[in-house]
């Protein structure tokens, strides 16, 4: 008993504690925050969870998500429990192999539990398989669509490499959805330089429709979309299929996804979902605004990519740069966890850009040089 407090003590003291209601002040900072517990090997205490929030404590798509990380890393959770306000994290050993998240019951997003679960699968030993369950185009969250089109191939340049195979969709507020995700590990992440966005030389997507719900809606959503792109962008070809769900879809859904690519790989994208009672033309639009405020300045990344970016920044060996417009307070919230839980360090800087009416930023990272120590 005396061994087991004076260990107890032990790991209470090198427990960093995190506050849960700063700043962006969701389920962000859980999963930063215990994406980098697992890799560290340092153990987390978070608390004042969602303070601020209209339902404060642990919803069931957080719980999900810490239960999987505890999982990927062989860990000890405290506190783990719907509308808890405090909980911890002890992390053991990254396992590879297969791992499931199943909130089906609870309508959570898939791409939030990849969100947590694949810098930790980066540091296991072999490949690992996650299996998630949910919603895959749900608000509020990345569509899985943005996830392997926009976030995927811009992540493998710091040498995160994995397949995402979509074996159903799920949509609000059934979810129903499930994807699997075979992640390789690495020794250690590249730094990334993107400063240069080039010009856009291409713009495409999709507009879908699911169950019930009629083709006509997909099609409306893609043409309204398309004139609203080329009332300011005149000289590009924009190709947004309009596309029927039938097999791979689990309840009645409809949306939009709209991606443009520059001529430095560059990648951006807007979207959208259907609402009842919301016109399908509206949707498109809503879609297509999006992409072009997030092509209006002269950044790398768009705004939902940006703070996504920051965990491997923060990972990564060596000097790490990225152009971005304005800097959302999830970036800042991201920052504010990995220099807490990492030896990175973190700087921004306003660029001077001739280019555009709208104000740039350079994210600069010296990234902390996590090495994996299973390989």
């Known amino acids: 008993q005396t061994l087991f407090r004076l260990f107890s003590q032990r790991m209470d003291s090198t427990m960093v504690e995190i506050d849960g209601s700063v700043m962006e002040g969701g389920g962000q900072i859980l999963r930063v925050s215990a994406a980098l517990s697992a890799i560290s090997g340092s153990p987390v205490r978070i608390i004042k969870v969602r303070a601020g929030r209209s339902s404060p404590g642990l919803r069931p798509q957080h719980l999900s998500g810490l239960q999987l990380v505890s999982d990927l890393c062989s860990g000890t959770l405290q506190g783990a429990c719907i509308g808890s306000t405090e909980v911890s994290l002890t992390p053991g050993r990254i396992q590879s ?13 898939v791409c939030l539990l990849l969100q947590a679960s694949l810098p930790c699968s980066l540091f296991a030993e072999r490949v690992s ?5 949910g919603g895959t185009n749900a608000e509020f969250a990345p569509h899985i669509d943005y996830t392997v089109k926009v976030f995927k191939p811009m992540v493998e340049r710091f040498g995160v490499h994995f397949d995402c195979d979509i074996k159903m969709r799920g949509f609000y507020p059934r979810g129903g959805g499930e994807v699997v995700v075979r992640v390789n590990p690495v020794k250690q992440l590249h730094p990334v330089v993107l400063t240069d966005r080039g010009n856009i030389t291409k713009i495409h997507g999709r507009a879908f429709v699911a169950g019930v719900l009629p083709f006509k809606l997909a099609k409306d959503m893609s043409t309204a979309a398309v004139k609203t ?3 300011e962008i005149k000289d590009l070809y924009v190709n947004i299929q309009p596309l029927q769900e039938k097999e791979n879809a689990y309840g009645n859904g409809t949306g939009i996804i709209i991606i443009a690519e520059s001529s430095t790989g560059c990648l951006f994208a807007g979207s959208a979902l259907g609402k009842k009672g919301v016109y399908a033309d509206k949707v498109g639009i809503e879609a297509a605004e999006m992409l072009l405020r997030n092509i209006r300045h002269n950044g790398c990344v768009d705004e939902f990519l940006q703070d996504q970016m920051i965990i491997f920044m923060a990972l990564a060996n060596g000097t790490s ?10 970036t800042q919230t991201a920052i504010h966890i990995a220099e807490q839980l990492t030896q990175a360090k973190f700087t921004i800087t306003k660029c001077d850009d001739e280019l555009s009416s709208d104000s740039t930023y350079e994210i600069h990272c010296e990234g902390s040089g996590a090495v994996n120590q299973n390989l």
Do not use: F, Q, S
Not at 97 to 109: L, S
Not at 129 to 133: D, F, R
Not at 321 to 330: D, K, N, P, S
């Open 229 to 231: 792109i080329r009332k």
């Open 129 to 133: 398989e996650l299996c998630l369950k």
């Open 321 to 330: 740069r990225i152009r971005t417009g304005a800097v959302t307070l999830h």
């Open 97 to 109: 192999g297969k791992h499931t998240a199943d909130t089906v019951c609870y309508r959570g997003i």
